[in-house]
């Protein structure tokens, strides 16, 4: 049992680098706690949700979890799925939709836990890549619009996102100019500390930066007497403390516990469904990028972190939290600072509750516009420009699958724009095929000579039957030296198996075993990317 302990929570590993630790795990508190409100702030759920959120997820979930350097907390691809649950069930109550909200949250933290006993965490890599790119790409269109409304001072017109989005030239030319000001201030500033290239300017983390930056204007304009701002006798617009963050004085008054009455509604079981869905894609997709990066090489196990993390979804969901993920920035900024074990995540949320639960006064300071000017730059990473290039390049029909997941999830909602996006790929892998039972097996050959190990795949081997081809990988014999994957025989062997294979070489590499792949003369790409499909041609 001793040493079990020792192992799971890396004592001689934190012993060797305690001060990198130590110092990770507050620069990640620094970054966590603005992203974490602000985060929650978009989300439409009060600011203690997403404060619980991250010291439930930091505390609990390094202690549970199976992971070593990852992040645990809110994350804003939840952002849409937890706004669209809060107006979906709360039919425009706010507070009542947060209550119902909470109630689908203990359940998708309960499926969770189910899934993970079941050893089916693997599941989240079924998903084809581009149409993860889709929805990725979709929060982040939703998350940008919503915040312009917050940047300008103003509320949003219309419930949907295209309506949104055409409102929001009439937006930008009615906007309060005092708050959009602070809010373009606070862009700028971190996007110059992002690009900056001095050592010491990148040492200061840019959600602090901004949250400082901002309780400067609140002083510099006093937003707690309501007045007009003017600038050589020009109003900018009225300030008030309205336009500010607003945290209970004691962490105790923002438990909020769930409401359970819709749970015979067919509607509360979509909403749980796409919350579990969201998060557990989103969890197994981010700890295994955190892997690639772990600097000790090591691996996850995903199902022990899909229990860890519907264990802390039930006690959230029960307090009044959001749903945590394996969160990707705060994991690479945790990594970047020379992390090595799980406990940075653990000193990170201890921080967090520390703070809020002693100075809480400080972040009533901060001005609304300047979560927003946050939330928008991370909005853009995820809907990135570059994507749509980047799915061109891939192939024409990752181009589809990207564009039709996208705009099918801002018209709709995450749940139907990814199904959508699955179903738009089994149609299209039937006709390139040719057989419709083949793309859910796998036949598969292997042989063993002189420490080269020969698999030699015939038919179709794509997203549908990743997981077969997964078990095949780890089926792979002892010093091995050489994995030889012939796909000669394959009609198709599409872009999400491609991409894993690259994930997985980097692995295999670590343990000195080369991965060499073979096509036949007569494939094809279908894009000019290397991962692009290969299309077996007659």
Same mark, same amino acid.
């Given at each position: 049992m001793?040493?079990?302990?020792?192992?799971?929570?890396?004592?001689?590993?934190?012993?060797?680098?305690?001060?990198? +630790?130590?110092?990770? $795990?507050?620069?990640v508190f620094l970054v966590a706690l603005p992203l974490s409100i602000g985060i929650s702030l978009a989300s439409g759920a009060p600011a203690t949700a997403g404060?619980?959120?991250a010291v439930v997820?930091?505390? &609990?979930?390094?202690?549970?979890?199976?992971?070593?350097?990852?992040?645990?907390?809110?994350? !804003?691809g939840l952002i849409v799925v937890i706004l669209t649950s809060i107006q979906t069930l709360g039919q425009g109550d706010?507070?009542? #939709?947060?209550?119902?909200?909470?109630?689908?949250?203990?359940f998708s933290g309960v499926i969770q836990v189910v899934l993970g006993v079941f050893r089916l965490g693997s599941l989240g890599f079924l998903a084809p890549v581009?149409?993860?790119?889709?929805?990725?790409?979709?929060? #982040?269109?939703? %998350?940008?619009?919503?915040?312009?409304?917050?940047?300008?001072?103003?509320?949003?017109?219309?419930?949907?996102?295209? +309506?949104?989005?055409?409102?929001?030239?009439?937006?930008?030319?009615?906007?309060? *100019?005092?708050?959009?000001?602070?809010?373009?201030?606070?862009?700028?500033?971190?996007?110059?500390?992002?690009?900056?290239?001095?050592?010491?300017?990148?040492?200061?983390? !840019?959600p602090l930066a901004a949250v400082c930056v901002g309780i400067g204007f609140d002083k510099f304009f006093d937003f707690e007497h309501p007045h007009m701002v003017e600038v050589f006798h020009h109003s900018l617009g009225q300030v008030s403390n309205a336009f500010l963050l607003h945290v209970p004085e004691k962490l105790t008054e923002g438990l909020v516990q769930p409401d359970w009455s819709m749970v015979s509604k067919p509607i509360f079981w979509k909403m749980t469904l796409m919350i579990c869905f969201v998060a557990s894609i989103e969890s197994i997709l981010s700890?295994?990028?955190?892997?690639?990066?772990?600097? *000790?090489?090591?691996?996850?196990?995903?199902?022990?972190?899909?229990?860890?993390?519907?264990?802390?979804? /039930?006690?959230? $969901?029960?307090? $009044? #939290?959001?749903?945590?993920?394996?969160?990707?920035?705060?994991?690479?900024?945790? @990594?970047?600072? $020379?992390?090595?074990?799980?406990?940075?995540?653990?000193?990170?949320g201890l921080l967090i509750l520390l703070f809020v639960a002693f100075a809480p006064g400080i972040l009533n300071l901060i001005p609304l516009a300047s979560f927003a000017a946050i939330l928008i730059l991370v909005g853009f990473r995820l809907a990135n420009p570059k994507q749509l290039?980047?799915?061109?390049?891939?192939?024409?029909?990752? &181009?589809?699958?990207?564009?039709?997941?996208?705009? /099918?999830?801002?018209?709709?909602?995450?749940?139907? #724009? /990814?199904?959508?996006?699955?179903?738009?790929?089994?149609?299209?892998?039937?006709?390139r095929a040719r057989s419709v039972v083949d793309l859910f097996r796998l036949r598969t050959s292997h042989e063993l000579r002189d420490h080269i190990y020969m698999v030699a795949l015939q038919g179709p081997v794509v997203f549908t039957n990743l997981l077969g081809f997964r078990k095949v990988l780890k089926t792979i014999p002892k010093n091995v030296k050489q994995v030889t994957l012939d796909f000669r025989k394959s009609r198709l062997v599409d872009h999400t198996v491609l991409d894993f294979i690259e994930s997985e070489k980097g692995f295999m590499k670590?343990?000195? %075993?080369?991965?060499?792949? @073979?096509?036949?003369?007569?494939?094809?790409?279908?894009?000019?990317?290397?991962?692009?499909?290969?299309?077996?041609?007659?």
């Open positions: 001793r040493s079990f302990l020792l192992k799971h929570f890396q004592w001689e590993l934190f012993k060797n680098n305690w001060k990198k +630790e130590l110092i990770s $795990g507050f620069i404060i619980f959120a997820g930091g505390i &609990l979930g390094s202690l549970m979890g199976g992971g070593h350097v990852m992040i645990n907390g809110p994350a !804003a706010v507070q009542a #939709g947060f209550k119902l909200t909470l109630a689908a949250i203990v581009q149409v993860i790119h889709g929805m990725l790409a979709s929060i #982040g269109v939703t %998350v940008i619009v919503k915040q312009v409304y917050v940047l300008c001072g103003l509320k949003p017109q219309g419930i949907e996102t295209f +309506e949104q989005i055409l409102h929001l030239p009439h937006t930008v030319f009615n906007a309060n *100019e005092a708050i959009l000001g602070i809010g373009l201030a606070t862009i700028v500033l971190i996007l110059f500390l992002s690009k900056s290239k001095n050592r010491w300017i990148k040492l200061l983390p !840019a700890a295994s990028a955190v892997d690639k990066m772990d600097p *000790e090489k090591r691996r996850s196990p995903l199902n022990t972190e899909l229990i860890s993390k519907g264990f802390c979804n /039930v006690l959230l $969901g029960l307090i $009044g #939290g959001l749903p945590i993920i394996t969160e990707m920035v705060r994991s690479n900024i945790n @990594i970047s600072n $020379g992390a090595k074990t799980r406990w940075p995540n653990f000193i990170h290039f980047h799915a061109h390049e891939v192939g024409w029909e990752q &181009l589809l699958l990207f564009v039709t997941t996208l705009l /099918v999830s801002l018209k709709t909602d995450l749940l139907v #724009g /990814v199904f959508s996006g699955i179903f738009l790929k089994l149609i299209l892998n039937c006709f670590d343990q000195g %075993v080369q991965v060499q792949i @073979i096509f036949s003369e007569n494939h094809v790409p279908a894009g000019k990317h290397p991962l692009s499909s290969q299309v077996l041609r007659d």
